[in-house]
C-alpha cells in the first residue's frame, strides 16, 4: 500500500456507475434463475433508474438496486414492486446508497421500510495501481464449469466460518440457494477464480465487469488456510484482471469493520459509501 497515495475521491457520478454495475448483474443472475426455475416465479422490473428482482424464495438476488440516481420512484412504482414481492410472500429489500437522491430514503421510511443494516462499498483506482503481489507457494488461476464444485464446497466453507470481526451480517441463506445463485451469476458472466496452495484448491473468489467497474464478489479462505496470504492473492489476481480488460475501478462490499474491510483497505482500498438496507416485510 503506498501511503503517499491520494486516496479514491467518489462523487455522485462514479457511485452510480457503480450502482449500474450492480444493477447489470442482479438482473442477469435475476434472469438466469428464471430460465431455470417454472415460469412466472420471479421478475425483474425497471424502477427508477434501478432494478426490482425476485429469483426465487430465500435467494440473495431478492432486492431493490440502484435507486436514487435515475430519479425518485413515484408511489405508483413502489406499489408495483410491492404487490409483486407480496404476491410471492417476500420482503422487499432495498440497498439504497447514502449518495443517492435522499428524498427515496424518506419516501421509503413514510411508506414503513425498516432500517436493518449497512454494507460498506470500497474502491480501487487501478490507473497507475501498483500490480499485487501473490505469495510463494500459492498459485491463482480462472476456474471453469467443470470445476465448479470444488470451487463452491471451498467457498461455502469459508462463508461458514466466517471471522467474528466487525457488524455481523444480517443474511444468511441455505447452502443449496446459494449454490444455485452461483451458477446463477456465472450464467451472467461472472468469472469465478481459485487459489491453490501445494496443489490444493484453499480459496475462491469471482468477479464481473460493466461499466468500467470490476465488482469483486465471492472470495473465501478455508479456515486452516487463513492468514497465509490467500485472500491478498485472489484480490490481486483479479485486480491484474480487471486492468487488463480496460476498467478503470475495482469494488468490493463489505459488512462493516470486517476483517474483508480491514484486508482490503490493507491492499489500498478506499471506503467510497455505505448502502442502508431498508426492509418491509409483505
Known amino acids: 500500500m503506498n501511503r503517499d497515495r491520494l486516496p479514491l475521491f467518489c462523487d ?6 457503480i450502482e449500474l454495475a450492480e444493477v447489470k448483474l442482479i438482473a ?10 417454472p415460469a412466472g416465479a420471479g421478475f425483474v422490473i425497471p424502477v427508477a433508474g434501478g432494478v426490482a428482482s425476485f429469483a426465487e424464495q430465500g435467494s440473495p438476488f ?3 438496486a440502484g435507486l436514487g440516481f435515475g430519479g425518485v420512484p413515484s408511489p405508483t412504482d413502489l406499489d408495483e414492486l410491492e404487490r409483486a ?10 440497498e439504497l446508497a447514502h449518495l443517492a437522491d435522499p428524498m427515496v430514503g424518506a419516501r421509503l421510511t413514510e411508506r414503513g421500510y425498516r432500517l436493518t443494516s449497512f454494507e460498506n462499498v470500497l ?18 488461476r480462472p476456474s471453469d464449469d467443470d470445476e465448479f464444485d470444488a470451487w463452491f464446497a471451498v467457498v461455502a466453507e469459508g462463508v461458514a466460518h466466517r471471522d467474528a470481526q466487525g457488524v455481523p451480517s444480517h443474511e444468511d441463506f441455505p447452502r443449496e440457494v446459494v449454490e444455485r445463485a452461483e451458477r446463477d451469476v456465472g450464467a451472467a458472466g461472472v468469472v469465478r477464480y481459485v487459489a491453490l496452495r501445494d496443489g490444493v484448491i484453499v480459496g475462491g473468489a469471482s468477479f464481473y465487469m460493466a461499466e468500467g467497474v470490476a465488482l469483486l464478489a465471492g472470495a473465501a479462505t478455508a479456515p486452516a488456510h487463513r492468514r ?5 492473492a485472489l484480490v490481486s489476481a483479479r485486480i491484474t484482471e480487471a486492468t487488463a480488460a480496460g476498467c478503470d475501478v475495482a469494488v468490493v462490499t463489505t459488512q462493516p469493520a470486517s476483517r ?6 490493507h491492499r489500498g482500498f478506499d471506503l467510497l459509501y455505505t448502502r442502508a438496507v431498508l426492509v418491509k416485510e409483505p
Open 62 to 64: 431478492n432486492k431493490v
Open 123 to 140: 474502491g480501487l483506482d487501478l490507473q497507475g495501481a501498483p500490480g499485487g503481489v501473490i505469495p510463494p507457494g500459492i498459485d491463482v
Open 85 to 94: 414481492f407480496a404476491a410471492r410472500r417476500a420482503p422487499v429489500q432495498v
Open 28 to 37: 442477469k443472475a435475476s434472469a438466469a434463475a428464471r430460465r431455470r426455475g
Open 228 to 232: 497465509r496470504g490467500v485472500h491478498s
Open 12 to 17: 455522485a457520478a462514479l457511485a452510480e456507475r
Open 260 to 265: 474483508a474491510q480491514q484486508n482490503v483497505q
